[in-house]
């Protein structure tokens, strides 16, 4: 037992890898036993239940590139966070926001503004300047809000937070609103609310394997995604960076 966990420790990514293949590949293959006439599964989705291991792999260091089904893995895994030519999808979710403002600004705002705004911006230090009833408002009436982002007063980003933390049974609770902005007024965000924080981020430019292996050393699956300037741009999961190598992999596939 003391060696099995040993060896967990020491290969975490590589041992992650090989379950999630196994998993995947076990599931493939009872779709094509028991449902052959209904989903015809074609070879290359057999292939990809191989990609998890194989990420595992570059990213734990065990090989350093990997060349097959027409593209070599390595050298598209370096392109740029946001940057990355994939036709199928993004891997960086852009998380369109504004800033928290007055009630009349959100009255005034059209419908169509209302649906893409996801993320509310919050500044850390102004006292007496957010009111309870005023984020309940915003929280109610934009549908589509997920997150609020916590920025410096230089409007550097700080963190993340999901806005699933202020609702107890899909209903808004005004005590974690009123916690939230004691929290902004003393800036002890990161006290509060510690591990629901998405704190940790890079910069646009960064490569995937190497925000690969911030999540996997810091045992999270979520990375902010700045610019230059330290401003929030959007938000980076691990499913996103996996789904952009099948992706790339099928495709070089598919065009080889």
């Excluded at 992650?16 to 290359?44: C, D, H, P, T, W």
């Excluded at 852009?94 to 911006?121: A, M, T, V």
């Excluded at 107890?168 to 004691?182: D, K, Q, V």
């Amino acid at each position: 037992m003391d060696a099995l966990k040993k060896f967990w420790n020491e290969n975490t990514a590589l041992s992650v890898g090989a379950i999630v293949s196994l998993l995947m590949l076990s599931v493939f293959f009872i779709f094509q036993y028991q449902q052959a006439n209904i989903l015809k599964l074609e070879s290359r989705w057999l292939v990809t239940s191989g990609v998890p291991i194989l990420v595992a792999l570059l990213v734990g260091g065990y090989i350093k590139s990997f060349k097959g089904f027409g593209v070599e893995l390595e050298a598209s895994l370096h392109k740029p966070v946001s940057n990355l030519e994939l036709t199928a999808t993004e891997g960086m979710a852009e998380i369109q926001g504004d800033e928290k403002r007055s009630i009349k600004y959100l009255h005034n705002l059209s419908p169509s503004q209302r649906r893409i705004i996801s993320r509310l911006s919050f500044v850390m230090g102004r006292e007496n300047y957010y009111q309870t009833y005023a984020i309940e408002q915003y929280i109610r009436e934009l549908d589509r809000l997920k997150y609020f982002e916590v920025k410096s007063s230089d409007g550097k980003f700080v963190a993340i937070l999901p806005l699933s933390d202020f609702k107890i049974n899909n209903e808004i609770s005004f005590g974690a609103i009123e916690s939230f902005i004691r929290s902004l007024e003393e800036m002890t965000i990161q006290q509060t609310y510690g591990s629901l924080l998405i704190t940790h981020h890079v910069v646009e430019g960064t490569d995937l394997i190497e925000a690969l292996k911030i999540m996997r050393s810091k045992r999270i699956k979520r990375l902010a995604v700045t610019d230059e300037n330290n401003v929030f741009i959007g938000l980076l999961t691990e499913t996103s960076i996996e789904k952009r190598i099948v992706d790339n992999v099928l495709s070089a596939k598919e065009n080889a």
